[in-house]
């Protein structure tokens, strides 16, 4: 259900800002992006895991925060970051 050290690390480069990125907003959102799809998926099957429920909608609000922050202060990055990651507006 958690991602791998693999998994991470390749989002982590292929979305890092710089050579030692591995906190900007940019890698942030397409972790949380890969991690949401995992419990979406693992809630498919398992309907009644409430704590795994409450771990995705945590999930989502926080990637929803990290993009409310890149549309208010890096509008040109945000339709990036919307592209890289397939979300919508």
């Known amino acids: 259900m958690a991602l791998r050290r693999t998994q991470k690390r390749s989002l982590i480069s292929k ?14 959102i397409a972790i949380l992006t890969k991690e949401i799809a995992l419990l979406t998926k693992h809630l498919q099957e398992h309907k009644k895991d409430h704590s795994a429920r409450r771990g995705l909608l945590a999930k989502v609000a926080q990637r929803r925060r990290l993009l409310n922050y890149m549309r208010m202060n890096k509008p040109e990055e945000y339709q990036k970051v919307l592209d ?4 919508k507006r």
């Not at 979305?15 to 942030?28: E, I, M, N």
Request: hydrophobic share 15%; aromatic share 0%.
């Open 15 to 28: 979305h890092r800002t710089h050579k030692k990125d591995t906190g900007s907003p940019h890698v942030q």
């Open 84 to 87: 890289a990651n397939k979300l």
